[in-house]
């Protein structure tokens, strides 16, 4: 398992937002956490990836206790984090914006990557990624003109120049076409398949979910009321009745 959450817990106030929440991540799947609205869903995710810290439990990746690293410290250890809006630079061309992210992993300096042959490594590098995501013919276009499932595809992209072995992805679907959800779909099963990488997706379209993961962990009100594979989930009482007044439509 690449990643175990054991008992995070955290309130506000009166309320507890995650209530001892536990699951594990195998490695190179694709692991959906959903829930209706306020289930605790982005507050775990922030638990996790250190945007706040615990009132108590711990998050292990791979084996090693990450709970309150910093998210920093978490990227250069492999998770990688996408966020429900793009941190896309949407004046600069689509290679620049992962040649940036390639730069801040290295920690090359200003002065240092002007030299010509660092500048054409990570001009390859950010040639390579973009391949990946199928976003080569359009390295030179301006990041902000992308289509919608383009512009998350580039987020991906600049995930990637991290080098992660685990993504975790907010919401990637949000807001999106048909269309733009299905280029996004097949590249989050592309992480999976030919990169070898773990995915943990926050998500609402449901019917993708069922589509997408290997395995789903569905919260209400800040617990873990399931943990299993899609098809058990579907046929789950204690999800079907939580999901009673949402859109449960799968
Ligand atoms: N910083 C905060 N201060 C106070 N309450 C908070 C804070 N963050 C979240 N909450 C509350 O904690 C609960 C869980 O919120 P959270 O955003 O984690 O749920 P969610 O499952 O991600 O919801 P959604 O699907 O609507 O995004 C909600 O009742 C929310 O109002």
Redesign the pocket.
Known sequence: MILKVEGLSKS??G?K??NDARFAVAEASIHSII????????????LITGA?PPDSGTATFDNVDITRWTPDRLARAGLARTFQRTSIFKELPVDENVALAIRAREGISRAVWQSRGDAQMVAAEARDILARVGLDSRANAKAGDLAHGFQRALDIAIGLALKPRLILMD?PLAGMSRGDRETVASLITMLRDTLGLTVVV?E?DVGMVMRLSDRITV?QH?AVIADAPPDEIRDNAAVRSAYLHGSFAA
Do not use: D, Q, S, Y
């Not at 829930?35 to 922030?46: I, M, Q, R, S, V």
């Open positions: 506000f106030g309320l937002a995650v829930g209706p609205n306020g289930a605790g869903k982005t507050t775990l995710f922030n706040i919401e926050v609402h919260m800040g």
